[in-house]
């Protein structure tokens, strides 16, 4: 049994960490308020954009636009979102299960893969495995998320796509549900396609374009697969304080149940001791008599 | 007479979303009006005052470029940026001037790089020219 110092030493360093969790959950809260706010307020943009560009890209022949053309897919390009910093639950383990299945899956169809990953602690588990990383960013998702940076970031991706190099870009990212729910996303941003839908077929047909429509087209695709990877930027960021949040708040409460264990168990011991030398004293008073 | 459903949305907030008579934005090949039951209409727009005209009554918008989709009397333009007095005060619209500036000092004439930063400039020049119009 060990003694009550060493109980009361191991209590004193768990409120410690307490003290830590405690506060790393407070600053988590705060920047996710920020962070949640823009995510929500860029929401109702992004859904008016997605809504043109898929009226646009239901009318418009493929090969009207090298953004729209659909190619015999060889090789494949995936941009992994997620976060610099640890200690914020299943937020990375989740990206990375997301990742490694689509990798996967191409690669059953022969498809070669290249992953670009933003975040240091999806880079660090890559690197561990072996796999091989096309580009590496860090220190870009901190506190808030820059459009410049994804522009950046982008243009590589789409130099590439535009020589061919790839014929597929996907973004995996933790899309943000609300504070307890963040999902992992696989979305595929180039070449630009959505998703069937029946009767609206015909509702581009009578658009006029302004100043031409290769203009527009030209500069709203280009401007949209910006948008979708400053979109899962942050949306990723803020489930990522979120996240966060929750993990801190978990190990908040496990830190509480621990030193209520040990302080019961100290008390014990305590009570043991005090009892042992009342034995004692009791004992030896027996025996002078 | 029929309305024009009309929100112009930012990526950092809704600006405005209101009934409307009448849209007249600064397309890059000119400007023009929209009124109710106008055909179909996509445009890029250029650094320009958006106005909204209603009921004896205008608003006006300053924005740095964006994109008018029209279609079924519902009109939603996508702006890069909205100026209003609310969130760019006078020096700060002459600080980036002047940072501009310099910027475009160091670029060379003639590439992509110039031409992006110029096309700043002019915009925080139109955004002084009219939002802070006839201040001294």
């Known amino acids: ?289 | 007479m029929d309305k024009i459903h009309c929100s112009i949305v930012t990526p950092e907030r809704i600006i405005a979303s209101k009934e409307v008579d009448q849209v007249i934005a600064p397309g890059v090949s000119g400007e023009f009006g929209i009124l109710a039951n106008h055909m179909p209409f996509i445009s890029i727009l250029d650094i320009g005052t958006i106005k909204l005209l209603y009921e004896n009554a205008q608003d006006k918008y300053v924005i740095g470029g964006g994109y008018l989709e029209f279609d079924n009397n519902t009109a939603n333009i996508l702006c890069d940026e909205v100026f209003t007095k609310d969130n760019i005060t006078k020096e700060e619209t002459l600080k980036m001037i002047s940072k501009i500036e310099s910027r475009l000092k160091e670029e060379k004439p003639n590439t992509p790089e110039y031409t992006s930063v110029y096309k700043e400039l002019e915009k925080y020049k139109y955004v002084i020219n009219i939002l802070f119009e006839g201040e001294k």
């Open chain 1, 1 to 289: 049994m060990p003694s009550s110092r060493d109980i009361k030493r191991k209590i004193n360093s768990i409120a410690k960490t307490q003290q830590i969790t405690k506060a790393m959950k407070m600053v988590a809260a705060a920047k996710l308020r920020k962070v949640q706010h823009t995510a929500m307020q860029f929401r109702p943009y992004i859904g008016k954009f997605e809504e043109i560009i898929k009226y646009l890209s239901e009318y418009t022949p493929p090969q009207d636009n090298k953004f729209l053309f659909l190619r015999d897919v060889k090789a494949a390009e995936i941009i992994v979102v997620a976060s610099d910093k640890g200690l914020c639950g299943g937020f990375n383990h989740n990206i990375i299960k997301e990742t490694e299945n689509l990798v996967s899956n191409l690669s059953s169809k022969n498809i070669s893969v290249s992953i670009t990953v933003v975040g240091k602690k999806v880079y660090d588990y890559f690197h561990f495995k072996g796999i091989q990383i096309k580009h590496f960013y860090t220190g870009i998702l901190k506190n808030e998320a820059h459009f410049v940076d994804a522009k950046k970031i982008m243009n590589v991706a789409i130099k590439d796509f535009l020589e061919e190099k790839t014929d597929e870009v996907y973004i995996v990212y933790n899309k943000f549900v609300n504070m307890l729910i963040q999902r992992p996303i696989v979305k595929k941003v180039l070449p630009i396609s959505f998703e069937e839908e029946n009767g609206q077929k015909q509702k581009y047909e009578k658009f006029t374009f302004e100043p031409s429509k290769e203009i527009v087209l030209e500069e709203m695709l280009l401007k949209y697969v910006y948008m979708s990877l400053y979109d899962s930027f942050l949306e990723s960021l803020a489930g990522e304080y979120a996240a966060r949040m929750l993990a801190m708040e978990a190990a908040t409460k496990n830190a509480q149940d621990m030193i209520k264990k040990l302080t019961l168990f100290y008390n014990k011991a305590r009570q043991a001791a005090i009892t042992k030398e009342l034995i004692e004293i009791t004992t030896s008073i027996e025996a002078m008599k």
